[in-house]
């Protein structure tokens, strides 16, 4: 399914708008969804490895998990860049915030470059919030957990390119 839009109502690529497509995806029995916004795509599609093709401002973002059903997964990076950028992990289970509160904007976003000791979010654990730095420097290229979201010890939340 391929679908257009001229109107410029936000970025194609946030969160919420994703988890709909997949709603909508699963409620349709839709095996593929191809969106193009100017120039940035997306392409959700059941099955098979993640991956993600990024071409001169075309990005092409295909989330999928091993159960065959698309969306993004607690646990499972549901977008992989690429396997040799470093990755900022969760160092503790907790919850994942991206801002100190609802009302601010996220520590970091992509695009964003960081430093060794920029804080990348805070992780919530046993009513103690901890903010995690970087530990490493470049743009951010992928965040891949949701606010609010749980998270384990280890799990990935941040690739970073160093190069950048």
């Not at 059941?46 to 065959?68: F, M």
């Not at 601010?104 to 995690?132: L, Q």
């Not at 951010?140 to 799990?155: I, S, Y």
């Amino acid at each position: 399914m391929m679908a257009s839009s001229g109107s410029n109502q936000g970025d194609i690529f946030d969160v919420k708008r994703i988890r709909r497509l997949v709603e909508l995806m699963n409620e349709h029995e839709l095996a593929e969804i191809d969106l193009r916004q100017a120039d940035q795509r997306i392409r959700l599609r059941k099955g098979g490895e993640p991956i993600v093709t990024l071409g001169t401002a075309r990005p092409t973002i295909v989330a999928e998990n091993p159960s065959g059903s698309a969306g993004i997964v607690p646990g499972v990076a549901a977008v992989k860049v690429d396997a040799d950028l470093p990755v900022i992990k969760s160092p503790m289970i907790g919850t994942f915030y991206s801002s100190p509160s609802p009302e601010t904007p996220p520590f970091v976003k992509v695009g964003d470059h960081v430093g060794p000791t920029s804080t990348v979010c805070i992780i919530e654990a046993m009513k103690v919030f901890n903010e995690i730095p970087a530990e490493v420097s470049g743009q951010v290229v992928a965040v891949l957990v949701d606010n609010g979201e749980p998270v384990e010890f280890g799990q990935p939340l941040f690739k970073i390119d160093p190069h950048k």
